[in-house]
């Protein structure tokens, strides 16, 4: 089976400084990783995913995120917050081969603070 | 193009009645999953569809059915509705039936049972 982890409901951070929101994963062969983004009475947007290659990946919004497949961690990043990045942020996993579902984490709420 | 579409975006139903949500992908996209969305439960998967068949399908009750038309729309029902199916229903498309497809979601349909 696999699943995700968000392990802070909440991260606050000041609006000009790096931001991180963790996720990691837990699946039985490769993994396809995504993270989206949910703001206010809005659907989620796709922001950026993993899917082979460069562990490093850039996406929408100046967002980026970090494969580490030694700790099964797939985190979030920008290096400068701003108010505008407050919303709910979602990691999702599927593993490769068979076209198992999608597992979403429970998201986590981001509040950049001005 | 236009984005995924969702009808209705509200609904107020009481116990024991059914409900049928509707979902249009975007134009040519052939895959169309439905998650459940509530506070502290994060998303859940419903099911999804491709070309008119069920791909994969989630830890829900019988009371939830779902199918896909020819043109890629797609409903999902829920019959003898219980207080608990209150939340927000998303739908997404993607363009084909690959993994590492990005998701495109609608705006969902909130539905409140009393």
């Known amino acids: 089976a696999q699943s995700v982890a968000q392990p802070e409901d909440q991260v606050n951070v000041a609006e000009g400084n790096p931001l991180t929101v963790k996720c990691t994963y837990s699946?039985?062969?490769?993994?396809?990783l995504f993270w989206y983004v949910q703001y206010p009475n809005r659907g989620l947007q796709f922001l950026l995913k993993y899917i082979t290659g460069d562990n490093l990946v850039k996406g929408s919004y100046g967002f980026e995120a970090e494969f580490n497949k030694s700790q099964t961690s797939f985190h979030l990043k920008k290096p400068s917050a701003l108010v505008s990045d407050s919303a709910l942020y979602f990691c999702?996993?599927?593993?490769?081969?068979?076209?198992?579902?999608?597992?979403f984490g429970i998201g986590t709420k981001l509040q950049v603070i001005p | 193009k236009a984005g995924v579409t969702q009808t209705p975006r509200y609904l107020i139903k009481t116990r024991g009645q059914q409900v049928t949500l509707s979902c249009s992908p975007i134009?040519?996209?052939?895959?169309v999953s439905w998650y459940q969305q509530t506070p502290g439960q994060g998303l859940q998967f419903l099911f999804e569809y491709f070309s008119e068949t069920q791909r994969n399908k989630g830890n829900f009750p019988g009371r939830f059915s779902g199918r896909q038309f020819s043109n890629s729309r797609s409903e999902m029902n829920v019959s003898t509705l219980e207080l608990g199916d209150s939340a927000l229903y998303l739908c997404a498309s993607s363009l084909s039936g690959g993994e590492e497809r990005e998701q495109f979601f609608g705006p969902g349909t909130r539905l409140t049972v009393l």
């Open positions: 999702a996993v599927r593993q490769s081969g068979g076209y198992q579902k999608v597992t």
């Open positions: 699946v039985s062969g490769n993994p396809y």
């Open positions: 134009s040519g996209h052939r895959s």
